[in-house]
């Protein structure tokens, strides 16, 4: 977030492009970022979970991290568990693995779902322009996936507790899209040891194109925050908005029947922007011809991503609940 400092001396410099409340460009290349919580370390025994955490280097060129999450119940015996690799939101330049936020859902998820988790530290744009974080969350699956390997001289808490048959992703907002490009990409492309994606689930997931659906505005689409921002995140994306990165459903976009997962949940609240394309994205994964198993959990009367911002809610409880039930 902004500080008071920052935002004196930025007071004197010409902005490029803004959103509000969002992020802001200086036409010297500064980036003020306006919404985000703070950073807070990892913690060898979280009060409220009993989960612990610490941060990992995945790869130095280009610059990925994550912050793995381990809940109490085989801190102290060995037990494999399934593995989450999940993806942050904040519309792929905001928010942070590292953030208060983050670190609080995590531990919720960790230690409802008993799971191992790997929040991954993807690069930000416009430092790092699209498809930057889509390949570093694809480096990341595929450093989790290397432990495998009884070989494998890497991070204890996955050889030692991580079950490699059950491989989930996750995501909220942004990290919903990044789920469901990594798990395309996982039809096209074999990971290390054979490891094959067990699900995914994409909360809220960030899709739009350049034609309204459903209750989205049919006047000032094309001025529509998602497309404004998309095509600031992803200025060299072939087709745009209608690039199948965003727009999984558009006319010419690889078959979603090639997805390389078994299973998915589709997660959308009632009062979000983008509920449409989420519900049109679940029918058309549905109708494609896929061989897994696809749900939609809809909770009505909630906005985009409430449950991170809200956790302590009886609706946030529940979608807790149903995220632990699918990461078995």
């Given amino acids: 977030m902004a500080s008071a400092a920052s935002a004196t001396s930025s007071a004197t410099k010409e902005i490029e492009i803004e959103f509000p409340n969002l992020i802001r460009l200086y036409k010297d290349g500064t980036v003020e970022r306006l919404f985000g919580s703070p950073i807070v370390p990892p913690s060898l025994h979280d009060n409220d979970t009993g989960v612990s955490s610490k941060d990992v280097v995945i790869s130095d060129d280009p610059s990925i991290s994550a912050r793995l999450y381990l809940p109490r119940s085989v801190q102290s015996k060995v037990q494999k568990l399934p593995i989450l690799v999940y993806f942050h939101g904040g519309g792929f330049c905001l928010e942070s693995a590292f953030s208060f936020l983050d670190q609080r859902y995590l531990n919720l998820i960790a230690a409802e779902a008993n799971v ?53 992703l996750g995501g909220d907002s942004a990290g919903g899209n990044i789920v469901h490009n990594i798990a395309m990409r996982c039809g096209a492309e074999d990971l290390p040891g054979g490891v094959k994606l067990a699900g995914g689930f994409l909360s809220c997931p960030f899709f739009w194109g350049s034609k309204p659906i459903g209750s989205e505005p049919k006047e000032g689409h094309e001025q529509s925050l998602p497309l ?17 990165a965003i727009n999984p459903t558009v006319d010419g976009a690889p078959s979603l029947a090639s997805m390389g997962c078994s299973k998915l949940l589709v997660y959308v609240c009632g009062k979000d922007q983008l509920r449409d394309r989420v519900v049109l994205y679940y029918e058309a994964v549905k109708e494609s011809g896929w061989k897994g198993e696809v749900e939609l959990y809809e909770v009505e009367g909630e906005d985009h991503c409430f449950h991170i911002f809200n956790p302590e809610t009886d609706n946030a409880k529940k979608v807790f609940n149903r995220l632990a039930s699918f990461l078995i």
């Fill in 116 to 168: 191992i988790a790997v929040s991954v530290e993807y690069r930000l744009a416009p430092e790092h322009r699209l498809p930057a974080a889509f390949e570093d969350c694809w480096d990341s699956l595929k450093w989790v996936s290397s432990h495998s390997t009884p070989t494998n001289a890497g991070e204890p808490w996955l050889l030692n507790h991580g079950d490699f048959n059950r491989v989930y």
């Fill in 228 to 244: 404004l921002l998309w095509n600031f995140l992803y200025p060299s994306a072939p087709g745009g908005i209608d690039n199948p």
